[in-house]
């Protein structure tokens, strides 16, 4: 159980809200919800008790350091469905092994690149769909450990259906543990490992923890 239930609901109840407004403004103006997510993010980091910044560095941080957007990274990739696999488990250091399944892959062309990553699916009560990835930024210019488009059960969530998910890379995002060791993520499996530069989405974190 987390130290204050109460208050990590509100981060995903905030995060699923500010995603929704995303949803709802990036047809008309993909940039400016960009920017307002951004903002938004920023704030959270910043003065929510559930921040993975750590206490002592806030006051001082500087925000989230991001690649400028650019539309070419917004696309709309085809589901494709696969066989069930025997589940994958990744280990957690407070979780134990957290398993998910890969279910299916999307299909998609961005800024000139054909790609395809895996879809999974996190087991347990309620589920939730995952989309990590790692590219050639990772561990120089981004996070080593990958970032991530999709976490449902954090309510980050730009738009997916049966046959069809939005992946706009700009959203890319680090994991918790990015920013401080004390917390605990699962990190993209070597499967979705993209084999050109995304230069899109969060950078490496700003602040050594």
Known sequence: MPANPLTL???RRTVATLYAAVREGADR?????????????????????????????????????WYPYDPAWRVVGTVKREPGGPPLEILLAADGAARCARFAAVEFVVAGHAGSLPLYWF????????LPFTDATSGATTYGGGRYLYDTIKGADLGADD???????????????????????????????LPFAVTAGERTPPLAV
Do not use: K, Q
């Not at 307002?36 to 989230?64: K, M, Y």
């Not at 087991?123 to 995952?130: A, D, K, P, T």
């Not at 992946?167 to 605990?184: G, H, I, Q, V």
């Open 9 to 11: 609901a509100h981060w």
């Open 29 to 65: 103006d993909p940039a400016a919800a960009a920017a307002t997510f951004r903002a938004a993010r920023d704030r959270l980091f910043t003065d929510h008790p559930e921040s993975p910044i750590p206490p002592a560095h806030r006051a001082a941080w500087p925000g989230v350091a």
């Open 123 to 130: 087991e347990g009560y309620g589920g939730g769909l995952w």
């Open 163 to 193: 046959g069809r998910v939005v992946l706009d890379f700009n959203f890319a995002y680090n994991p918790s543990c990015a920013y401080d060791e004390r917390w605990s993520c699962p990190l993209a499996p070597a499967a979705n490992r």
